[in-house]
């Protein structure tokens, strides 16, 4: 077959236009591979400039207020987060119009969505402990310190091995230059996102923890407070929080019967918008079942001779030690229903009056002292009239 010779340098043309857009295109979705590879593994060999380049220290934690300079534990933290670290690049997109690529990825994290989880239960942790080592009636509120936050992300990281899963990610690059080899990574909160596994949309989800797990955490850290957190954080001063060493006694003595007795189980929850009720069946000591033996061995003591002979401030120390040692004795428990009020405040769900609440349910009818000082001086008076009327 001839082919016309006026055709032929056309043909030669064609097939060099093609072959010379053929191999820019090769050379482009090259160099753009070569800038991701270059990047991302600088965050694979932990390079602590990258990290900052890429993911904002502060982009965790956006409502933090107080800032401060980057400590090495808080660089620290990124290290550990990218320790298991890894990519493939799926595939290059190149418009050489726009001079713009499109490079889809597969990244490997950490699992961030338990990472974040696990922050969650324990800054609300924190922040109850911190309420309870507070004796001005403070609530529980989640501290606006970027470093405080961080030092508990490293905790985690220190001492868990978390999982590692995978997510598709897209990386926008723009050429820069009339070179080919000019690119340059778009940053974005999205790929800041990705980068991370997501951590900063989980840990930005008011309902990253639900109401129950809220509820969970706030009961069990109570189960780990020691005789002054409880009565801070609970508010029941006529019985955990005074400087007597009587009461003192019998404030730990409460306190030791809730760590052996207090245990709960969530029954149900109901949802409403930003409002929850959670239904629960908590056992605890039967504060009911103290008392009734006290009041029988106090009646039983008060009409006694002894109780006339002893005097008041002697009978009232002796009341003190018979309650004492039946909350010592105590082995009796009791069950009960009780349901527990939260509102999502849009960052997360917050147990509402929580001091009233919890108090009511673990001490019932002992969130008061049965004996009282003043009545007991009230009482002398009249003892001193019987002594009297004895003698005459």
């Given at each position: 077959m001839k082919i016309a010779k006026g055709l032929m340098p056309f043909l030669l043309f064609i097939l060099m236009?093609?072959?010379?857009?053929?191999?820019?295109?090769?050379?482009?979705?090259?160099?753009?591979?070569?800038?991701?590879?270059?990047?991302?593994?600088?965050?694979?060999?932990?390079?602590?400039?990258?990290?900052?380049k890429y993911v904002s220290y502060k982009e965790l934690f956006p409502d933090t207020t107080q800032e401060i300079e980057l400590s090495k534990e808080i660089k620290e933290v990124f290290s550990l987060f990218f320790r298991d670290f890894d990519y493939k690049i799926r595939n290059v997109d190149v418009d050489n119009d726009t001079k713009e690529a499109s490079v889809s990825l597969q990244l490997s994290t950490l699992d961030a969505r338990t990472l974040a989880k696990d922050y969650a239960q324990a800054s609300l942790e924190t922040a109850i402990l911190k309420a309870a080592a507070s004796d001005t009636s403070a609530t529980e509120e989640t501290t606006d310190s970027l470093e405080e936050r961080y030092l508990i992300i490293d905790s985690l990281l220190k001492k868990s091995k978390y999982e590692t899963v995978t997510r598709d990610c897209t990386m926008t690059l723009q050429n820069t230059g009339t070179d080919h080899d000019e690119w340059e990574i778009q940053r974005s909160h999205s790929l800041e996102n990705d980068l991370v596994g997501?951590?900063?949309?989980?840990?930005?989800?008011?309902?990253?923890?639900?109401?129950?797990?809220?509820?969970?955490?706030?009961?069990?850290?109570?189960?780990?407070?020691?005789t002054e957190q409880m009565g801070n954080y609970l508010g029941i001063e006529s019985l955990l929080n005074t400087s007597d060493s009587d009461k003192n006694s019998i404030a730990s003595a409460l306190v030791e019967q809730v760590h052996q007795n207090f245990d709960f189980k969530i029954t149900n929850c109901e949802e409403q918008g930003y409002a929850a009720t959670v239904s629960t069946t908590i056992t605890t000591f039967d504060s009911a079942s103290i008392l009734n033996t006290f009041s029988q061995e106090q009646d039983a003591y008060l009409s006694s001779a002894d109780a006339v002979i002893d005097g008041?401030?002697?009978?009232?120390?002796?009341?003190?030690?018979?309650?004492?040692?039946?909350?010592?004795?105590?082995?009796?428990?009791?069950?009960?229903?009780?349901?527990?009020?939260?509102?999502?405040?849009?960052?997360?769900?917050?147990?509402?009056?929580?001091?009233?609440?919890i108090g009511n349910a673990i001490f019932g009818t002992l969130s008061n002292s049965p004996v009282s000082e003043e009545t007991e001086d009230a009482d002398s008076s009249e003892d001193d009239s019987y002594a009297q009327e004895s003698e005459d």
């Open positions: 236009s093609v072959t010379f857009l053929t191999g820019c295109s090769h050379v482009d979705k090259t160099d753009v591979e070569a800038v991701i590879t270059n990047e991302l593994n600088l965050l694979k060999n932990l390079d602590s400039d990258t990290t900052q997501g951590l900063i949309s989980y840990l930005s989800d008011n309902n990253l923890l639900s109401p129950e797990e809220t509820l969970t955490i706030y009961l069990n850290t109570l189960k780990s407070m020691n008041s401030e002697k009978r009232y120390q002796k009341s003190l030690e018979m309650l004492l040692n039946d909350i010592k004795n105590n082995t009796a428990n009791i069950t009960s229903t009780a349901d527990f009020h939260l509102t999502n405040d849009g960052v997360s769900w917050k147990l509402d009056d929580s001091n009233t609440t």
